[in-house]
Nanobody, 123 residues
Framework: VQLQASGGGLVQAGDSLRLSCAVS????????MGWFRQAPGREREFVSY????????YYADAVKSRFTISRDNADKEVYLQMNRLKPEDTAVYYC?????????????????WGQGTVVTVSS
């Protein structure tokens, strides 16, 4: 399984971005998908996850009501729509895949990781 994240960029506070994560390999439907981010000098932190069928979704408090995760199982992609961006959202964003269905807010639950896409939000 290989993951390719894209869609990052430099935006101003209040703008929007949509991140995409394309997944190659079989059995995309059998993986829960997550987004994490890592700001300079900080630990990688959880942002959001979506279950295999898309019925269970969870967000970190810092992004709740601003970010929306979704997935397209036919196209094998997962998305992160980010609205009302803030400077503190600046980070490298990673998508990840897990065959588990619990503890999906923990980075150790994920076996496969993309290379990351950089999001920079200026004030």
């Amino acid at each position: 399984v290989q993951l390719q994240a894209s869609g990052g960029g430099l935006v101003q506070a209040g703008d929007s971005l949509r991140l995409s994560c394309a997944v190659s390999g079989d059995s995309f439907n059998s993986y829960a998908m997550g987004w994490f981010r890592q700001a300079p000098g900080r630990e990688r932190e959880f942002v959001s996850y979506i279950s295999r069928g898309g019925m269970n979704i969870y967000y970190a408090d810092a992004v709740k009501s601003r970010f929306t995760i979704s997935r397209d199982n036919a196209d094998k992609e997962v998305y992160l729509q980010m609205n009302r961006l803030k400077p503190e959202d600046t980070a490298v964003y990673y998508c990840a895949a897990s065959s588990a269905n619990t503890r999906l807010h923990l980075k150790g639950t994920y076996k496969y990781w993309g290379q990351g896409t950089v999001v920079t939000v200026s004030s």
